[in-house]
């Protein structure tokens, strides 16, 4: 597969449905490892210490994993629209060629992820509880 052509999801186009692959699914799932780790050390942080801190090491082990990842793939994504200049064509109206449209259905595609969406509520749900907890712990059950 040439440089041109190494952005394009051809799987989505050929299936007319987005395809999301099973490494993007693998580090979705560390992802949310990494989140509950980072959630849990305080839990345990005075009831088993060396555990706790296993649970730091694997959190942002997980992180560093994961965010590695996507700035690869935005990296990817940004070198291909300074390539094609696809920004300043739909800023300027200007004619799209086929691979532009390609490009601009991958995008559609990799923004419509519902693993996104569930990591995004994921956080939001343990990094609420995790607060809430120690709330309790530190404040209200003294």
């Not at 990494?34 to 849990?40: E, G, W």
């Amino acid at each position: 597969m040439n440089k041109k052509n190494a952005f394009v999801c051809y799987d989505c186009f050929k299936l007319k449905s987005c395809k999301e692959s099973a490494v993007s699914w693998v580090l979705f799932f560390i992802a949310l490892v990494a989140v509950i780790s980072l959630r849990a050390v305080n839990l345990f942080i005075s009831i088993n210490p060396l555990f706790a801190k296993a649970l730091w090491y694997i959190g942002v082990g997980g992180f560093l994993i994961f965010f590695t990842y996507k700035f690869k793939y935005d990296h990817i994504l940004h070198m291909e629209l300074d390539r094609t200049g696809l920004k300043d064509k739909l800023l300027h109206r200007k004619e799209l060629s086929g691979h532009d449209l390609d490009v601009l259905g991958t995008i559609v595609c990799k923004l419509s992820s519902r693993k996104d969406k569930i990591n995004y509520g994921f956080i939001f749900v343990s990094s609420f509880l995790a607060l809430a907890i120690a709330i309790y712990v530190d404040f209200i059950k003294k």
